[in-house]
């Protein structure tokens, strides 16, 4: 099945910092999502981007869906942005299940 | 709509009871999945639904879990005879399906199982 990895596994940052995550998938896909999973384990949909590049705020994202990765972009982090990010894709072989990468824990410091 | 609503929150059990969790989904969404997370990992797919027909199922779903959409609407996830191993987060999104649709998924909040 597709492989979803996702770097750096872990990140510390003053809050202020910006960041890049990144999301690498081994097989073409449908569909690309980037969650925020809040302390209470909630997924938080930031973004729904199967390619081509999105903003809201102080988030971006861009897939280049051709060359398999996504990335996520925090700029001017704030101690509320802690937490796991995780993104998930829709395979395109005609499963509609999204599999999700193995996250990235970002803590950030005042 | 208030989004994806996911019952009970919290569910403490013994080991060897049977645990039945629901999951309501958007309600113009025809597709529902659920998920398990354990601490540390990611969510892993377990099982997904079109309307009311189970089309796909994990290895993950032994033989022990069952899922039911009865009428294309609310979902059930029943656990028999509970394990310690069983203890995670379980997740249930939805999404609309369809090649032009968006079909951006929606996750609930969850129901904490502890197994002890």
């Known amino acids: 099945g597709i492989q979803v990895e996702q770097s750096p596994p872990d990140l510390i940052l003053q809050e202020g910092a910006n960041s890049t995550l990144r999301c690498n998938f081994s097989?073409?896909?449908?569909?690309l999502q980037w969650f925020h999973q809040n302390p209470w384990g909630q997924l938080i949909n930031l973004f729904y981007i199967p390619s081509g590049t999105k903003q809201n705020g102080r988030l971006s994202a861009t897939t280049v869906a051709t060359e398999r990765y996504s990335l996520l972009y925090i700029s001017s982090s704030q101690t509320t942005d802690s937490g796991v990010y995780f993104c998930a894709v829709e395979q395109a072989s005609g499963t509609y299940k999204y599999i999700f990468g193995t996250g990235t824990r970002l803590k950030v410091l005042a | 709509d208030t989004g994806v609503s996911q019952n009970p929150r919290h569910k403490i059990t013994k080991r060897g009871q049977n645990v039945t969790f629901r999951c309501d989904p958007i309600?113009?969404?025809?597709?529902l999945y659920w998920y398990r997370q354990t601490l540390g990992q990611g969510p892993e797919f377990l099982t997904y639904?079109?309307?009311?027909?189970?089309?796909?199922k994990s290895r993950l779903l032994s033989d022990r879990f069952s899922a039911e959409r009865p009428k294309g609407s609310f979902s059930t996830l029943e656990i028999q005879r509970t394990e310690q191993g069983d203890s995670a987060m379980y997740l249930c999104?939805?999404?609309?399906?369809?090649?032009?649709?968006?079909?951006?998924?929606?996750f609930g909040q969850g129901t904490r199982l502890t197994v002890v």
């Open positions: 639904f079109q309307n009311e027909a189970q089309l796909e």
């Open positions: 097989d073409s896909v449908n569909n």
């Open positions: 309600s113009e969404h025809n597709r």
């Open positions: 999104a939805s999404s609309h399906s369809g090649s032009y649709m968006n079909t951006e998924a929606f």
